[in-house]
């Protein structure tokens, strides 16, 4: 069931949304009373800390669309003291301090620009210029940024950017950062494996990525006290233009010293903790360390729930250790990429050391009680943190929950099977749905008991139970909204922003269906930075195998505006690149502008072969052509996917 936005609009207005059950408000009470204010007020004076210009809620605009790529006006409902029912009381308070946005000062020669986007811009004082670390996630709000520190400042051109790490939302807006003001030649300084890491984690899987992002992000959600509130490390990605550059120096030493902008800055890598590619960088002038997205103000992820590959809580938990060792001594304040600095040795190590076991406690817990024989929705629930460690607010669950970081180690030592021979073959959960609804009743007897689980405050057992008879009978509109109540509940009560977002999401299209999202997942730039072999894997993981598994023959790429070519053969059903030259032995060379390209690896659109220059057996161009697989954008989540 697909509805445009326009259709969707007037849907909207009939608002679906429930209030709380008393139930939940039982819960969210609960969570209230024993919120320790001392440590809340403790947070609140840290997040206003240094407030050098109030840049009240920002409204960032690019030049060709009225739609902002940045409103944090739409969240000015969570500056009311009242918290609403409907929310978590933690997360709201945490919402709360995630506005206090502006510029900041952390040292004599620190700055940080927050809540222009979902992450700070640290600007540390050159000796010509600006030290800039990390950029955002799009050109406009990079820019915006800059336009805050020379409105306090005065304009002073940029003369070196530090990226910390893989993600996007740190190095989307590097061109925004070297579009304006800069000096020349400006050195930009990344970890390790950055470019690979950055181009690599979200292209090869980015369709489902993006699919599952919107869920994770709440990203078509409200933003009011029935809808999305935060993500305890900020409110979500801006929707700018993501911008990309290889013209980077990467750190390859794990511990180096270098002088950037005549300032002398330590840096070391944190390789695999929280990405792939990642490093601290301690100032000794202002014996100041940014440890990255290593530490924030929220338990982190160790599986970010759109999917990504399993981070390694143990590098993680080693790589803060190791900071401690470098610089602990000498230490009066951290920043971090995210949320607010800490100040004072004494609070800083402590932030370091109780970060740090978070996830080693996670890591370890989770091990013993794999050894004891328990499954993944065992762990999950058994891990329980002790109050030594979850008495910070720091440590609370906004982001990244214990339940599904240690379900995280779980998958990383020992995968998706638990040992149980029924589960290694299970039906399809069509198919064993269909037989469940039936040997329960049919779906008028499920139902209805269900409604009654409803009323007893049984709502993940009313989420399961309708969701056999969605699968068994995806149009039946009593179990889809049914569902949709007992998720909705579910996301008022949770403390985690992205477990809040998954479960209204999912409240919203049982109820309204999907709004059709815009089909692109790479950026142009982002394309036009990847190599040639990693564009045409994405061909390749498109290729409809089992019918290409006759065909074998070579085909040449060449596109002019990359000045590339490439031989590729198509082979036992699987399209692979072979190398850099023209192989003499294909059966057809096409010559095609990068876009082209481009458009052919990353979308839907029909080739139009009057852009493209065949040489060769015209024929077997077009047969590859077609067994090129859609992408489908906007795949059901909630209802089986369609074949
Ligand atoms: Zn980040």
């Known amino acids: 069931m697909n509805f445009n936005h326009n259709q969707n609009e007037e849907i909207r207005i009939k608002d679906l949304r429930k209030n709380a059950t008393y139930k939940t408000k039982l819960i969210n009470e609960e969570t209230y009373k024993k919120i320790n204010w001392d440590k809340v007020q403790n947070e609140n004076n840290l997040a206003k800390k240094g407030m050098l ?19 944090l006006r739409s969240y000015d409902f969570l500056l009311n003291n009242v918290i609403p029912y409907t929310v978590n009381p933690k997360l709201w308070i945490q919402g709360n301090l995630n506005l206090n946005v502006g510029l900041f000062k952390v040292t004599d020669n620190i700055y940080q620009v927050r809540g222009f986007d979902l992450a700070n811009m640290t600007f540390v004082k050159g000796d010509s210029g600006w030290i800039v670390i990390d ?59 950055f470019i690979h890491s950055a181009l690599e984690e979200n292209v090869n899987a980015g369709v489902a990525m993006s699919r599952r992002g919107i869920y994770m992000f709440g990203v078509e959600l409200p933003r009011d006290k029935k809808g999305q509130i935060d993500d305890g490390i900020g ?51 202002e014996r100041s360390l940014c440890i990255a997205e290593d530490c924030n103000a929220t338990l982190h992820n160790l599986l970010t729930l759109r999917g990504a590959k399993v981070r390694d809580a143990i590098s993680w938990a080693k790589s803060l250790q190791n900071a401690i060792d470098l610089w602990g001594s000498k230490l009066t304040s951290v920043f971090g990429v995210h949320n607010w600095p800490r100040f004072g ?18 890591n370890d817990q989770t091990l013993r009680l794999i050894n004891k024989g328990h499954t993944i929705e065992e762990v999950g629930r058994m891990v329980k943190i002790p109050d030594s460690l979850s008495d910070e607010w720091y440590n609370s669950q906004f982001y990244g929950t214990v339940i599904h970081n240690a379900k995280a180690v779980y998958q990383r030592y020992l995968g998706w099977y638990n040992g149980n021979p029924v589960e290694l073959n299970k039906l399809l959960p069509e198919e ?15 139902i209805e008991k269900a409604r009654r689980s409803f009323l007893d405050g049984e709502y993940q057992w009313v989420a399961e139970v309708t969701k056999q008879v969605i699968y068994a009978n995806p149009n039946n509109k009593d179990a889809k909204m049914l569902c949709a109540d007992a998720l909705e509940q579910l996301g008022y009560i949770a403390e985690s922003g992205p477990w809040r977002n998954e479960y209204l999401m ?9 709004i059709p999202i815009k089909g692109e997942f790479i950026s142009y730039d982002v394309l036009n930075n990847l190599p040639i072999e990693d564009v045409i894997y994405l061909l390749s993981i498109r290729i409809e195998g089992y019918k290409a598994g006759d065909l074998d023959y070579k085909i040449n790429f060449i596109i002019p505006d990359r000045e590339e070519t490439a031989s590729t053969e198509v082979k036992r059903g699987i399209f692979r690149y072979l190398n850099d030259s023209l192989a003499e032995d294909a059966a057809v060379t096409v010559t095609m ?22 040489e060769g057996d015209i024929n077997k161009w077009n047969t590859f052509v077609s067994l090129i697989d859609r992408i489908n954008h906007n795949f059901n989540i909630m209802t089986p996917v369609s074949k």
């Open 53 to 71: 210009l109030n840049a009240n809620l920002p409204v960032i605009k690019s030049e060709d669309s009225l739609i902002p790529v940045w409103d």
């Open 593 to 614: 502008p990068k876009e082209v390209l481009y458009n052919l690896a990353t979308t839907n659109e029909k080739i139009d072969n009057s852009k493209i220059l065949v």
């Open 135 to 193: 950029c955002l996630s799009s050109k406009e709000t990079a820019e915006a940024a800059i336009d805050l520190v020379n409105d306090y400042f005065g304009e002073i051109p940029v003369s070196a950017v530090i990226i910390t790490h893989s993600h996007e939302d740190h190095y989307g807006g590097i061109l925004g950062v070297l579009g304006s003001f800069t000096k020349k030649d400006v050195k930009i300084y990344a970890p390790k494996n």
């Open 235 to 285: 409110k979500r990605q801006s929707t700018g233009t993501v911008t990309f550059t290889q013209n980077l120096y990467e750190i390859n030493e794990q511990y180096a010293e270098i002088l950037v902008d005549g300032i002398k800055m330590e840096f070391q890598l944190a390789l695999d903790t929280e990405a792939p590619s990642e490093m601290f960088v301690y100032i000794p002038s």
């Open 345 to 362: 040795n004494k609070s800083c190590i402590e932030y370091l050391e109780k970060q740090r076991d978070l996830y080693q406690y996670i």
């Open 432 to 446: 064993s749905a269909k037989k469940y609804v039936e040997y329960m009743g049919g779906e008028d007897s499920v």
């Open 506 to 514: 999912g409240a919203q299209e049982l109820r309204y269906g999907i």
